[in-house]
């Protein structure tokens, strides 16, 4: 194993470790990051129901996105969701809860062409976003490791970890 791609697993240890830590009470408020709050893809709300028919639901709001295979993920106020934009230009929108209302959009240069025998799978964003303290953090396809402010859209830091880590 190279001291490289041992740098690199430990941050990647590192900064998930920490942001399942800071969590906290947060985990039965929100749907922060893939599968949940527990990463079991259980609600841990109020009682569902034995069984629901199809005119007890309503769609609230939809939105038409571009290719990704990430989960959306949702806080108090917002729900978040990636896209690859062409092949070059990946994209966090966050949109209001009960309206659908596009509150912003953070976008970076990452995409990519995945090689042939993947190309069947997409070539487009995998990773799900994480929130912790108003932060949102993907990681995405050339490894780049994004934090955006999810009050205003900003990127707060970007990491390219290939060439930070020489990876």
Known sequence: MSVSFRIYFWLLWTISGS?????GDE?????????????????????????LQPEQLKLSWSENLEASYSSPVVDLTQLYTSESKKDDVEQVNAYDRVTGDLL???MWDGGMKVPFFA???????RSTPIISNGYLYIMGMQERLVCIN???GQISWELDIPSKLDT
């Open 19 to 23: 942001i399942a830590v800071v969590l």
């Open 27 to 51: 985990f039965n408020e929100s749907w922060h990051q893939w599968r949940g709050p527990a990463r079991d893809g259980h609600y841990q709300g109020g009682q569902w129901p034995s069984n």
């Open 104 to 106: 912003w959009s953070a």
């Open 119 to 125: 190309r069947s799978n997409g070539s487009w964003m």
């Open 150 to 152: 999810t009050s205003d």
